[in-house]
């Protein structure tokens, strides 16, 4: 009995500390809130978030003279969930802006945290550069699992393969383009660069022109190579991520907006160039493959598994040569994993 009335007690302890902790930030953010409305607040502009602080994010202007003027804001407290590359209303402050809400995003990528739970991490990105190269060789998949992931966030993915200039012996060479010539079949943009030899740089410029692009792929392809060519000065690693708290300047995991010098954006953080897919079902993954799109919903049975069952579409189309057979078993081995 005394037992059961301590646990009870300690429970209600433990909300009462929870509340008190929930109550406090409101309290916080409500004074912040206070605070600047006191303060000569600019008119409301349209601005994007160029990185995000905890509880504070940074603005550039958009619009008006003073286009490209880079803000500290606090955000109103019935804002939430504001990442990089958002576009948002805010208002200038004599020290601190603030963010007045959040316009539609028309893309949003998100990373599963150490919990496992999928937590946004770049919106309105509209370019997915996933880079290859010869060495590390793609491993089986890797290409499908980021192309099923963009085509379920509606982001453009284009192939990137770099270090070209390791592609002497004509076997790897033949392989390697083998390869890329199953994506251009299906509609994907490929293109081969090499940071060696500064090749493909300015057919890269040029697609990154006008848009905001992110760059990913496994480790060792030449990632940071490409984006110090492209953003020469802008070290990726260190300063430019890193943020004065009170526990001392530290480098953060947060994602950055940068300018390319020849026009278009980058959004960049360690998190996001890990990005990948993560549960999808079934039916999303295979909506993922765009070549499948044509036979999806004719397979005998609504239920069709697309596993060896009867009168199955995509099986049929692969058996014609109309999917390629590699990419039939990477939607399997995707679905079955
Ligand atoms: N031969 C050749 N090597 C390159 C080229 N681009 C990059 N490398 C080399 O590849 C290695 C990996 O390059 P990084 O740019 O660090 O690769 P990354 O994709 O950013 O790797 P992570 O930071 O681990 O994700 C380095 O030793 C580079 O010098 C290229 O065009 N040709
Ligand atoms: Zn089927």
Redesign the pocket.
């Given at each position: 009995m005394a037992k059961r009335k301590l646990s009870r007690q300690q429970r209600w302890r433990i909300e009462k500390v929870q509340q008190e902790k929930v109550d406090r930030a409101a309290k916080r953010a409500r004074k912040a809130d206070d605070a600047l409305v006191h303060d000569a607040l600019g008119e409301p502009r349209n601005g994007r978030v160029m990185a995000h602080f905890g509880q504070q994010v940074e603005i550039e202007a958009v619009d008006g003279e003073d286009c490209g003027l880079v803000q500290r804001c606090h955000v109103r407290a019935n804002v939430t969930s504001l990442v990089t590359g958002d576009a948002v209303i805010w208002r200038q402050g004599p020290e601190l802006g603030v963010v007045e809400s959040c316009l539609p995003r028309h893309s949003l990528l998100a990373r599963p945290n150490m919990q496992g739970q999928m937590k946004p991490v770049a919106a309105n990105v509209d370019h997915l550069l996933l880079?290859i190269?010869p060495e590390p060789e793609p491993f089986a998949n890797l290409i499908d699992r980021y192309l099923v992931a963009a085509e379920a966030t509606g982001i453009e993915p284009v192939l990137v393969l770099?270090?070209?200039?390791?592609l002497q012996m004509p076997e790897k060479r033949e392989r390697l383009e083998a390869l890329l010539s199953i994506y251009q079949r299906i509609g994907y943009q490929t293109l081969q660069?090499?940071?060696?030899?500064e090749q493909g740089l300015d057919h890269l410029k040029s697609l990154l022109k006008d848009r905001i692009s992110v760059f990913v792929?496994?480790?060792?392809?030449?990632?940071?190579?490409?984006i110090n060519a492209l953003l020469p000065g802008v070290d990726l690693r260190v300063g430019a991520l890193s943020e004065d708290t009170r526990k001392g300047r530290h480098t953060t995991t947060t994602a950055r907006l940068f300018h390319f010098p020849d026009g278009g954006d980058l959004i960049d953080s360690p998190g996001i160039?890990e990005f990948s897919l993560e549960n999808l079902s079934p039916e999303i993954v295979a909506q993922g493959f765009r070549e499948f799109h044509d036979y999806l919903g004719s397979c005998r049975f609504r239920d069709c598994r697309h596993q060896g069952d009867l009168g199955c579409a995509l099986a049929e189309a692969v058996t014609r040569g109309d999917i390629h057979p590699e990419r039939f078993a990477s939607f399997l081995r995707i679905i079955n994993a």
């Open positions: 880079v190269a770099n270090k070209v200039d390791l660069a090499s940071t060696q030899l792929g496994q480790s060792g392809v030449g990632k940071s190579s490409l160039r």
